[in-house]
């Protein structure tokens, strides 16, 4: 394929990337949020992804095999999507005053506060995963038959994984 291709290809995805996205986002926030936990607490989404990046890094380790622990500076710095320090600081008092999530302290340094789901959080997260999962199921059958939804996921996958790597050794992203 010719670079101009290649080009016209990149814009053409990233267009249906970010109405897909959209369009995802307000029908989960519109539907299925009002059916989950996050919609019957009236939490918006900027609660809801603060909740699911938190819980994505649960149970992680650092390198040495030591607990990986999230600040509240590295949550507002590497979290997707970016929101300001304030904003994420906000979403996090709402979440633990809501049961959702805690706070702690490592070493008795009450300088850096650590944040991690509660078990409510966890349920919260993993009900509203399977709500989404169900409306993906749904609408994709709608589309395709197994074997190319087979092939897209193989696609989406290589391709999320090649971000994740990139975004992972790349600090200056904003």
Known sequence: MENKDINDLSKILLRNHQRMAFIANRIFTCNIHNESP???DNQTSVHQ???IWIYSVRGKKNEDGSTFDVNM???SKKMLPRYSASTVSRAVETLVSGGFMERYFLNGNRKTTYVRPTQKGVDLVEETK???SDW???SLSKIFDSEMSEKLLKIQTEYVNMLEEWYENDDDLD
Do not use: E, N, W
């Open 38 to 40: 996050f919609g019957r």
């Open 49 to 51: 992804d603060v909740m």
């Open 73 to 75: 500076g590295y949550l």
């Open 130 to 132: 399977r709500l989404t």
């Open 136 to 138: 993906i199921a749904k």
